[in-house]
């Protein structure tokens, strides 16, 4: 159960998963989050992983003013000092049955760490308990947000602690599980505690529906585009997951042909990319009301064609990002990193001045331009 903090996300979901050259992952994080120490993008832990920007972040997790959380397994408490930075007005409460890593003087440092990158006003609260494997020690019927953080896969006693997630949440409180996945055919060895599996989704998802929980929202489809990493968030009311499910149903079949944009020999074919985007463009809304980071999921397909240096494939998928997302700045910026490595200097020029202007005094795009101009002489 115990989570140690700062990089064991990179052990845990990325080994064998070597990131490409240009970082796929936390591009953004100093422009979008004001994270400017030595660590960078891997100061946002986990949510620098799943959330490309501060915007997508907040919209997956939706926390309101007076909202009080928990975090199961939270170790030191970085989680909560990552949004600490993002919401106001939250009873930030941090649970974890190590003592030597959630003590008073190990949370208090890390909240104060991102009280400094904030600059705003400290209106949240921080508390911390200490429980058991089997008992969290926290009061019942209490949290409109409970979060488990890249930890479940820990947990020694999962259906015990199940029991207790549901007992310590309001009756229309959230579970958010953010965490790593195997995949079938593809099994991923946990190299933290022990020679242990991270489970596929489906078992977890039947795991849960037997302790009470029905899944209403999903951060990305469940496929390896370019990490193992997934959210879900879960509710007690079934009513609401029925709901959730017939959306699914209606657009997964026309979700999976973006799966084919990993495969070189599909995406390196420009026509057949336009023809799946297209189809994928006319029911954009309905997949993002199901998926919400789908434009993240294409970007990471990407990012593994740019990490194998296949550089047409790379274009052609970040293409398809700004024809579905074309107000995403991100998406014009990654599509300027492919014409780049291919050495299409005035494409990649126009690409990040469309993203420029879509995010202005945007400080990566500036340097990248600075960058370009000069080889495109």
Known sequence: MMKKFRFILTLVLFINQPFYSQNGFGEFAKQEFNVKSANDAEDLNFFGYLFETKKQLVDFIELKK???VTEIGAGNGINFGVLSMVFDSITFVAQDIDTNTLNKK?????IKEYMRYSRKPATNKFEMVIGTKTYSNLPDNTYDKLFVINSFHDFDKQDEMLNEIYRKLKADGQFILLEGFSFPGDTQICPDYGPHVLHTMDIDLETFEKHGFYLIKMRAPYF???????G??????KTRSDKFYSKKNEIDELTRHSFRFKQAAIASDSALVKQITDSLKQKINDIVS????????IKEMGCRHLKKTEYTSAVNVFKANTIMFPNSYQ???????AYENK???RLALD?????????PENEVCLSKIKTVSRKNK
């Open 224 to 230: 390896k585009a370019f990490h193992y990493g997934n």
């Open 66 to 68: 007076g909202d009080i």
């Open 331 to 337: 998406a014009h910026y990654w599509l300027g990193v």
């Open 351 to 359: 690409s990040y001045n469309a993203a420029l202007r879509l995010s």
């Open 343 to 345: 050495k299409h200097y």
């Open 232 to 237: 879900l968030i879960f509710v007690k009311d």
């Open 290 to 297: 199901v998926y919400n980071e789908f434009e993240v999921f």
């Open 106 to 110: 190990a949370y208090d440092k890390i």
